[in-house]
């Protein structure tokens, strides 16, 4: 059984997916514990109330970033991880604490890498005139929103869109496209390969479209 722990910072609809799909097609997993940088995330009374063990370290309790880093290692560690998972987690953690997760550490971010890394992603991909947008879940490594790709999921943009519709469209292929990693993850499907290259070793689409 792979102990899953998963970072959340606000609504948690990524987790309730990978939460959900996990107990409904019984993954050789679990999530054990869903942690937040914000004591009012939603997500954490939704895993609270399914018995996840949850906790907060509150970013705005340290003053500086290695502390946060070193108290949410501290956090992480006592769930003794197979698989860390960002999940909407809207903090940078340190090279340090990527690190340490190397190879087990899975994000989810709202366009298809490498375009659009950090913020506003829909607002940027409709000025700048998108027809395509979506989703990529990676390996997480110290560069933001730049690791190794295991899949992703294009959406079109419809005429008419602003952020928040292309945002929910793109949320339900989130929801679609982080399970599965999650899931290939937790069968040991996926191949890391020298080349920084991610494969399904049974040769799955790791494309939706
Ligand atoms: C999701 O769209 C996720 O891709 C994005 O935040 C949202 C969280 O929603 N993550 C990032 O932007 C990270 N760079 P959720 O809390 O309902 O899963």
Redo the contacts with the bound molecule.
């Keep these: 059984m792979k102990r899953i722990v998963i970072l ?10 990978i939460v959900e799909r996990c107990a409904e097609e019984a993954w050789p997993a679990e999530v054990v514990a869903v942690l937040s940088n914000r004591p009012d995330a939603a ?1 954490l009374a939704w895993a609270a109330a399914r018995g996840i063990a949850t906790a907060v370290v509150d970013h705005k309790a340290f003053a500086r970033r290695e502390d946060f880093d070193a108290a949410m290692v501290r956090a992480i560690d006592v769930h003794r991880p197979d698989l860390l998972l ?5 903090r940078i953690l340190g090279a340090d604490a990527v690190e340490r997760y190397a190879g087990r550490f899975l ?4 366009s298809l890498l490498p375009a659009f ?3 506003h ?1 829909h607002r940027r991909a409709l000025e700048a005139g998108c027809q395509v947008v979506g ?1 990529t879940v990676h390996f997480v490594t110290p560069q933001l ?1 730049h690791g190794p790709i295991v899949m992703q999921a294009a959406v079109p943009v419809h005429p008419g869109d602003d952020e928040h519709a292309l ?1 929910a469209r ?2 339900k292929s ?1 929801h679609v496209i982080y399970p599965l990693a999650v899931r290939w993850f937790c069968e040991g499907a996926l191949e890391l390969g020298a080349d920084g290259r991610v494969r399904h070793r049974g040769g799955a689409s790791q494309v939706l479209i």
Excluded at 86 to 90: D, K
Aim: hydrophobic content about 45%; glycine content about 16%; overall charge negative.
């Design positions: 959340i910072s606000g609504r948690g609809s990524n987790m309730q997916a997500g960002l999940a909407g987690f809207m994000n989810i971010h709202p890394p950090g913020l992603t989703a929103d945002a793109v949320l989130e």
